[in-house]
């Protein structure tokens, strides 16, 4: 079974439109992480946003923001008022501790398109 | 300021041929692994290390071979290469401690068996 899954292989929104990327995670361990990571074209893994299976509240970090329904096992990656660089693949990955050695599971992937 | 660097950056080898990647990194990172991304997936863990001295299996060890001799680096070996080996390989690494503790990637490397 997936451990993640991501839903949309592609999506396109205008710029500095807000968009939102699913992520669906399946887990029983009651303490894990998600991670999302950003891909440009030039194939270089960028960290984004964390969120700790504990955490009380949703994460951000500047544009990004992370709508964590634990409930739902979804950590949907939002991103506020899109541009034009934040055309990329996007990866959502779980860790989960009692896998030790802080290993990450990942998603297969949405490819982002901001239209100008 | 290098992070994590990977060497070489591209490389095209021949059905049965061997060679070795190298991952080095300057932050002092106990934990290192090996990925590979195929095209419309996400990435795969082969092999990773807790510490120096140390190595596990990932999801897709088969065929492929590591060490970490000294802790700042990691090597991913191929013995005899396949067309299935063609990828992009990621090596990343992160602290021991820290639940919240990212993974930091280099820049991958392009490898293409013929």
């Known amino acids: 079974a997936q451990k993640i899954t991501q839903t949309q292989p592609g999506m396109f929104v205008q710029e500095k439109e807000a968009v939102t990327l699913d992520c669906t995670y399946d887990?029983?361990?009651?303490?894990?992480?998600l991670f999302w990571y950003k891909q440009p074209s030039s194939g270089e893994m960028i960290f984004l946003i964390y969120?700790?299976?504990?955490?009380?509240q949703n994460a951000t970090e500047g544009r990004y923001s992370l709508n964590f329904q634990k409930a739902r096992k979804s950590a949907n990656l939002v991103i506020s008022a899109s541009q034009l660089g934040d055309s990329a693949m996007y990866f959502c990955?779980?860790?989960?501790?009692?896998?030790?050695?802080?290993?990450?599971?990942f998603g297969q992937g949405t490819r982002l398109t901001i239209n100008p | 300021n290098a992070g994590v660097t990977q060497t070489p950056k591209f490389r095209v080898l021949k059905t049965g041929q061997s060679m070795t990647l190298l991952c080095a990194q300057d932050?002092?990172?106990?934990?290192m692994y090996w990925y590979r991304q195929d095209p419309g997936m996400g990435l795969r863990l082969i092999h990773y290390?807790?510490?120096?001295?140390?190595?596990a299996k990932g999801e897709v060890p088969d065929g492929y071979n590591v060490s970490r001799l000294k802790k700042q680096n990691f090597l991913l070996g191929l013995e005899s290469a396949a067309p299935s080996q063609t990828s992009v390989y990621f090596c990343?690494?992160?602290?021991?401690?820290?639940?919240?503790?990212?993974?930091?990637f280099g820049d991958g490397t392009r490898l293409s068996i013929l």
């Open positions: 887990t029983s361990d009651p303490s894990y992480g």
């Open positions: 932050m002092n990172h106990e934990y």
């Open positions: 290390s807790v510490g120096e001295g140390t190595t």
């Open positions: 990343a690494s992160t602290r021991q401690e820290g639940p919240n503790q990212p993974q930091h």
């Open positions: 969120q700790g299976s504990y955490d009380q």
């Open positions: 990955a779980m860790r989960e501790y009692n896998q030790g050695a802080q290993k990450l599971v």
